[in-house]
């Protein structure tokens, strides 16, 4: 009867790993009080995601080898493997999109064995002892550097059952255009106050065995405000 193929999208920062590795990251080579200032001006809509990182950015010290070293000490969710082999198995595509950094995505995918996962996110250059940032995905969102909503415009169809896993602020955009969408923390939270539909998660455990069953029922059904969103969007381009 549908037609409709899931395509999953996962956060990346306390998602996938079990900490917020770009925040630590700021924390740890950057300047914490001033890292702490500006993520509470950004999430009071008083910096864009973009000017947040460039302002985290500007007080960092440490060399490549040094931030790749501290990148591989963080572990990721003991079950992802698991819900990525299902994902594999049933040639369901995974993508992950990220308003973090990519030199500690591709380390710690690349110390898990999981390089193959496609992953968006802002670009990180290093420069003797500080870094440089690109935003090769910068949009009009305001609130983003690299807007998870425009990327899910940008990755998939009109036929595509959008499915979104994410625990955070820089995941409110994505939800927007989600059907079925898994949350945590701060995400839950977000989705709780503005009535939208979610399954709430600890681990990728529960994201599976959820998933699983929606999967082998076949019963996947658009979100409606979500359709009629990305709808509005797909025609104002
Ligand atoms: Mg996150």
Same mark, same amino acid.
């Given at each position: 009867?549908? =037609?409709?193929?899931?395509?999953?999208?996962?956060?990346?920062?306390?998602?996938?790993?079990?900490?917020?590795?770009?925040?630590?990251?700021?924390?740890?080579?950057?300047?914490?009080?001033?890292?702490?200032?500006?993520?509470?001006?950004?999430?009071?809509?008083?910096?864009?995601?973009?000017?947040? /990182?460039?302002?985290?950015?500007?007080?960092?010290?440490?060399?490549?080898?040094? *931030?790749?070293?501290?990148?591989? @000490?963080?572990?990721?969710?003991? @079950?992802?493997?698991?819900?990525?082999?299902?994902?594999?198995?049933?040639? /369901?595509?995974?993508? /992950?999109?990220?308003?973090?950094?990519?030199?500690? $995505?591709?380390?710690?995918?690349? *110390?898990?064995?999981?390089?193959? %996962?496609?992953?968006? @996110?802002?670009? *990180?250059?290093?420069?003797?002892?500080?870094?440089?940032?690109?935003?090769?995905?910068? @949009?009009?969102?305001?609130?983003?550097?690299?807007?998870?909503?425009?990327?899910?415009?940008? #990755?998939?169809?009109?036929?595509? +059952?959008?499915?979104?896993?994410?625990?955070?602020?820089?995941?409110?955009?994505?939800?927007?255009?989600?059907?079925? %969408?898994?949350?945590?923390?701060?995400?839950?939270?977000?989705?709780? *106050?503005?009535? $939208?539909?979610?399954?709430?998660?600890? =681990?990728?455990?529960?994201?599976?065995?959820?998933?699983?069953?929606?999967?082998? =029922?076949?019963?996947?059904?658009?979100?409606?405000?979500?359709? +009629?969103?990305? #709808?509005?969007?797909?025609?104002?381009?």
């Amino acid at each position: 009867m549908t =037609s409709l193929f899931p395509k999953v999208f996962v956060d990346f920062d306390g998602t996938i790993t079990t900490h917020d590795v770009g925040n630590e990251f700021f924390r740890r080579f950057g300047s914490e009080a001033e890292s702490i200032k500006a993520v509470a001006k950004w999430k009071s809509d008083g910096m864009s995601g973009r000017d947040l /990182i460039l302002k985290e950015a500007e007080f960092v010290k440490t060399t490549q080898s040094e *931030a790749v070293e501290f990148a591989k @000490s963080f572990d990721i969710d003991g @079950s992802f493997r698991t819900f990525v082999e299902f994902c594999r198995q049933n040639s /369901i595509e995974l993508t /992950i999109l990220s308003d973090g950094l990519d030199f500690y $995505i591709r380390e710690i995918l690349a *110390a898990n064995r999981l390089s193959e %996962i496609p992953f968006y @996110s802002n670009v *990180a250059r290093f420069d003797t002892d500080t870094i440089k940032i690109d935003f090769p995905y910068e @949009s009009n969102c305001p609130k983003c550097a690299n807007c998870k909503g425009q990327q899910i415009l940008t #990755r998939t169809g009109i036929d595509d +059952l959008i499915v979104y896993i994410g625990n955070g602020f820089s995941d409110r955009c994505a939800v927007d255009y989600a059907d079925i %969408i898994f949350a945590k923390d701060e995400l839950l939270r977000y989705c709780e *106050a503005n009535n $939208i539909t979610y399954f709430p998660f600890e =681990s990728f455990a529960d994201v599976l065995s959820k998933f699983r069953k929606i999967f082998e =029922s076949k019963r996947f059904r658009k979100r409606h405000r979500a359709e +009629l969103k990305r #709808r509005e969007a797909y025609l104002s381009e």
